[in-house]
């Protein structure tokens, strides 16, 4: 079985960009469990979300000095975008709840950033057991799984919104909120994806 060449440089780089999406998950999670603390949270998600830039940079400033590299720079280039969208699309709800004022807790939303923190928790794992592919494969298919059931999740708070007589405001911008994170864990399987097809190529 031929292995991926050692290179710690970009896996260690890949470890951290992942570990960036589990933080900046668990803060969103956060937030929408306490909006009261709104602007804390999402302060930090966005510090988040410049690491995860400054890291990504990185990553591409080594793809271009490297001479021989570990994986296809196709490869890399695809991963480290990925990995980054995640934690873009994190940010970008977080900034959502800020624009609109978010004050009260919504039980689809709550449920929602869950699944996605889960699926950042697989991710991270997934990057970690990149030399694996059967491994790769399994937490491929919790993650399908997870994508799933945040499908649902996402039909049934769109269908609570429009229950009774909304007010259209809460309407518009609570959509806007499902949308992004619905958005965020369909490219936490775009990620998986990825992985997947590194793993196959250079297991």
């Known amino acids: 079985m ?48 410049h690491q995860a830039d400054e890291i990504t940079h990185e990553i591409m400033n080594r793809l271009d000095r490297s001479f021989v590299t570990p994986l296809d720079r196709e490869d890399i280039h695809e991963l480290a975008t990925t990995l980054d969208n995640v934690v873009d699309l994190i940010d970008g709800t977080a900034r959502r709840t800020q624009m609109f004022h978010v004050t009260d807790r919504r039980e689809q939303a709550e449920l929602l950033a869950a699944i996605l923190r889960r699926c950042a928790v697989l991710i991270a794992a997934g990057v970690k057991q990149l030399k694996d592919p059967a491994e790769i494969a399994r937490i491929g298919r919790e993650v399908k799984l997870l994508e799933e059931e945040g499908d649902a999740m996402y039909s049934q708070a769109i269908t609570a919104l429009f229950e009774g007589t909304p007010n259209a405001l809460d309407v518009i911008k609570w959509k806007d909120i499902y949308d992004n994170i619905e958005h965020a864990i369909d490219e936490c399987e775009d990620v998986l994806n990825v992985l997947e097809s590194v793993s196959l190529k250079n297991g």
């Open 2 to 49: 031929r292995l991926i060449p050692k290179d710690e440089g970009f896996f260690e780089l890949f470890d951290r960009l992942a570990a960036l999406i589990v933080k900046a998950a668990e803060l969103l999670d956060s937030l929408f469990n306490d909006p009261g603390q709104l602007d804390r949270f999402a302060g930090q998600i966005k510090e988040v979300e």
